[in-house]
């Protein structure tokens, strides 16, 4: 056994496998434990020469000596072998003393596991053919299979699958897969293609057709990965089905042009139209094909559709009855030119509805019209004219959202332990860092043995934990933030269990308070320094002399201070003789709410009378002028519009160094335009460390902001209703920021920039004009595509705010229709930006339902221009919806 172990050791698997094929089954099980061992010792040892040489000829002795199927099959398949596997044949010559049901076994396992595992397909297939099993039709195998047959260099693709012998259960293994993400990328187009192979394949009979066919409408029907039907449908389209073939998959069809993706959706309906223009469908089969097509968003399939059920009612009307009500449900489409192209396919057949209730039944469909094609719709129909008393309209705002008082920090320290351990693992919001951040300085203060003991588990399972207890030497700058700033707040968490555990030195943690610069040279910079220069104060305190409380922890969740807790706090540590951290303090300062008067020179006095000098501070600092804004002005960086702001004097000479950057001037320019902040969610960190001065935030998160609409990246837009909920003035910089977040590019973003845009208005603080006259300027340079916007808009006027987007589109739309009214250089007027036709459909509908009258610039232009398109239409209607308010005004 030690000469297997000296060979294993030193990579010489030939060597390894000539010992074990000599030893014994009771000799195998003997060797087990040191090669386990061994396995333990490579775990940790560094990944040198030696590791690697010794990781195969491990992973072969191994698997030999295992004389159990489980063990075995656990043992060739483990994680850390996983990147250091031993080769195929080799691992089959120690498996070959085996008998044929332990091989059978033994494969059956290895190819249960997951993809990720990460075995071999050449193990799995030689065992199964070595012991005779049925194929093991497993996700790990399938892949495994076509991964081999793909890398394969030998003839043709459509050659290489002919000479397969489970070619059909693997084949149908394709269309079980749960995931093609391993080997989409394998599925090409044209000849070469596995598509083509396997289409070839079925015409050569090698495959039955009958299940192919059925497989792949099947799969399509059941869906999967965004991208899955890139591989099936192109296969069923190669398959060619026959007349017959498709008549017979009716059903399947419909529900494919109902539910299925959008191109999967595209080809069902063009077969189910060809099925009906031979007159293969019946009149209720087509209605019930029209239901589903006519309820998706996709403007292509519904006007396709529509104009299917026009050449049918063309050729044979006998069907209008049960036809054009189903027409008549693309009356709520929210393109309009869609609304027209359905009633003037209802107005050509209406002389075909011989039923008073079938034209009642259309009546209501009538109703979801705009008013003008309402008007033509009830002339068409025969229906009674309605005289409709105005609506008075009423704006319908989401409630204005209160702030949550933060609970205290947690009594025990066990408790304290489980929310530190689970910030660690998702980073919690505001309230949930302060109070836990609280509580481990209460508790370290109180008891700190007690606090340590509960955190143990949490520390152990650390990235920077040593087991031997030494100091991280090498790590320590990263978890002061010294390179570049706490990214996350699970990075001051940890900072504070290192310092508590002792991992990291006295000299570190003072070079961590001294005033510098340290840290990335970017536009959060300012904000990254003061959240970063408590959290250092703070551990370094814990190590030389424990704070009894923080100042700074905030009352409400949105970061606010009450004045009053502030010199109860403060009164607390007079009392104790403990002294005062100075960024602690400074962060108090500035949360501390002053827009009470009366409270603030309540508390002004009660902190004067204390007679410290912290208490004089806070209350000069409470009877002072209200929260200042700075000036600002707007600059182009590169692509982008952002905004820079001039030195804002009140946080001058009284505030640390730290604190002071959060009032100097911020420019365009100067600064990294990339940095680890923007998308690390720290914008609610942020905007707590100024509750009263958003803007302050918002000058600095505007640049970031840009990138959701210009770069199509993800930036921290999920702070954005936040920032709506913040306290102080929003200026231009927090509607720049909510501007560039509706147009950006991920719809969960948008949504979130909308959630903002109907907070501010909700609090009265939303100027809908600035609002609009930015997103016109953004959208007319290309910084924001009018089609998203338009997406926001519509996604705000659907909970009601249509006045609210109205006020805000009123000032957007004349911005893009002057380059439309306006012919360039070559008399020749430019073309409309993409996307303007529904961002008007979207400023019509608000208008119609809010009551909006007046004039648009340059709108009228856009109306008389010629032709059908969208945007003409929409410019019409939103002509006619403002000029019918005026003439029903002056009536």
């Known amino acids: 056994m030690s000469s297997l172990l000296e060979a294993v050791r030193a990579g010489r698997t030939d060597e390894a496998l000539r010992l074990v094929e000599r030893m014994t089954d009771a000799e195998r099980r003997a060797a087990l434990p040191e090669l386990k061992e061994l396995r333990k010792e490579l775990r940790t040892a560094p990944w040198e020469r030696a590791t690697r040489r010794a990781h195969p000829t491990l992973h072969v002795a191994g698997a030999a000596c295992h004389t159990g199927a489980a063990a075995a099959a656990s043992w060739l398949s483990a994680a850390d072998m996983r990147w250091s596997q031993a080769p195929a044949e080799k691992l089959l010559r120690a498996l070959k003393d085996r008998d044929t049901a332990w091989q059978a076994q033994v494969a059956r396992r290895l190819a249960q596991r997951p993809v990720s595992a990460g075995v071999r397909y050449e193990l799995m297939s030689g065992l199964v053919h070595r012991s005779g099993c049925d194929v093991p039709v497993t996700d790990a195998y399938v892949i495994g299979w076509f991964q081999h047959v793909f890398g394969s260099r030998h003839g043709t693709l459509l050659d290489r699958l002919r000479g397969e012998q489970d070619l059909a259960p693997l084949v149908a293994g394709l269309f079980e897969l749960t995931d093609l993400r391993e080997i989409r990328w394998l599925f090409g187009d044209g000849p070469g293609s596995w598509q083509s192979a396997l289409a070839g394949l079925t015409r050569e009979g090698l495959l039955d057709r009958a299940a192919m066919v059925d497989a792949c409408v099947a799969r399509l029907l059941r869906g999967g990965g965004p991208t899955d039907h890139r591989v099936f449908l192109p296969l069923l389209i190669e398959l060619g089905l ?16 109902r539910d299925a993706a959008s191109p999967v959706a595209a080809h069902a309906q063009s077969v189910l139209a060809a099925l009906a223009l031979d007159g293969e469908l019946t009149s209720r ?4 094909v029209s239901e589903a097509v006519l309820f998706r968003p996709e403007r292509k399939l519904v006007r396709a559709q529509l104009v299917l059920l026009g050449k049918v009612l063309s050729r044979d009307g006998s069907g209008a009855a049960e036809l054009l009500p189903v027409v008549a449900q693309a009356f709520g489409h929210e393109d309009t030119q869609l609304q027209e192209r359905a009633l003037k396919l209802v107005e050509r057949h209406a002389k075909r509805l011989d039923s008073d209730a079938l034209r009642h039944e259309l ?13 033509r719709a009830v002339d068409a129909l025969g229906l009674p004219a309605v005289d409709r008393a105005p609506e008075t309209y009423e704006e319908v705002l989401p409630p204005v959202p209160e702030p949550v008082t933060l609970a205290p920090a947690p009594s025990t320290a066990v408790e304290l332990a489980e929310e530190v351990n689970a910030l660690l693992a998702s980073d919690g919001d505001v309230a949930a860092f302060e109070r836990a951040l609280d509580g481990l300085v209460r508790h370290a203060y109180q ?3 007690a606090l340590l003991d509960a955190l143990d588990p949490v520390i152990r399972r650390r990235w920077w934990h040593q087991q031997d207890g030494t100091h991280l030497r090498h790590e320590e700058p990263y978890l002061t933030g010294a390179h570049h700033g706490f990214h996350r707040t699970g990075d001051g968490l940890d900072l504070l ?8 030195r006295t000299a570190t943690l003072h070079a961590a308070v001294q005033p510098g610069s340290a840290g990335q040279n970017c536009v959060h910079r300012a904000l990254s320094r003061a959240f970063d220069a408590r959290l250092n104060e703070v551990a370094y305190r814990l190590h030389t002399d424990p704070l009894p409380l923080l100042l700074s922890t905030p009352t409400w969740s949105t970061g606010l201070l009450e004045p009053d807790e502030l010199v109860e706090r403060l009164d607390t540590y007079r009392s104790l003789g403990a002294r005062v951290s100075a960024a602690d303090f400074a962060q108090a300062l500035l949360r501390v709410r002053r827009e009470d008067r009366t409270a603030a020179g309540a508390a002004a006095r009660r902190a004067a009378a204390l007679g410290t000098q912290e208490g004089t501070r806070l209350a000069r600092w409470l009877t002072a002028e209200g929260p200042e804004l700075p000036s600002t002005r707007r600059r182009t960086a590169g692509a982008r519009i952002v905004i820079e702001a001039g030195e804002l004097p009140e946080l001058g000479e009284d505030f640390p160094e730290e604190f002071r950057a959060l009032g100097r001037p911020v420019t365009a320019f100067g600064a990294n335009h990339y940095c680890y902040h923007g998308s690390a969610g720290m914008g609610q960190h942020w905007l707590a460390l100024l509750p009263e001065r958003r803007e302050l935030v918002a000058v600095r998160m505007v640049q970031d902001l840009s990138h959701a609409a210009v770069d199509d990246s993800r930036g921290d837009v999920p702070a954005l209703p936040l920032l709506a909920e913040s306290g102080g003035a929003a200026g231009e910089s927090v509607h720049r920021c909510v501007a560039y977040g509706l147009g950006a590019r991920q719809a969960e973003d948008r949504l979130a920039a909308v959630d903002a845009l109907l907070v501010l208005a909700a609090r009265g603080q939303l100027d809908a004009a600035r609002l609009g006259a930015d997103l016109g300027e953004l959208a007319r340079r290309g910084l924001v595509k009018p089609l998203r916007l338009a997406d926001s808009a519509r996604t705000a006027a659907a909970t009601g705010a249509n006045a609210t987007i109205w006020g805000m589109l009123r000032h957007t739309l004349p911005v893009l229709l002057a380059d439309l009214a306006m012919p360039d250089a070559t008399t020749r007027a430019p073309l409309p930006a993409r996307g303007l036709g529904e961002l008007l459909g979207v400023a019509a509908e608000c208008a119609e339902r809010s009551g909006a009258r007046g004039e648009l610039p340059y709108l009228g232009q856009a109306a008389a221009r010629t032709g059908s398109s969208r945007l003409v239409t929409e410019a019409r209607r939103l002509r006619d919806a403002l000029a019918e308010k005026e003439e029903k005004a002056a009536a």
């Open 447 to 449: 008891d700190r043995d």
């Open 363 to 375: 009546a209501y469909a009538v109703e979801q019209l705009t008013p003008a094609l309402r008007s």
């Open 497 to 504: 269990l290192a310092t508590l555990r002792g991992a990291v």
């Open 242 to 257: 026959t007349r017959d073939e498709e008549r017979e998959r009716t059903a399947d069809w419909t529900a494919l042009a």
């Open 285 to 288: 089969q087509l209605a019930e």
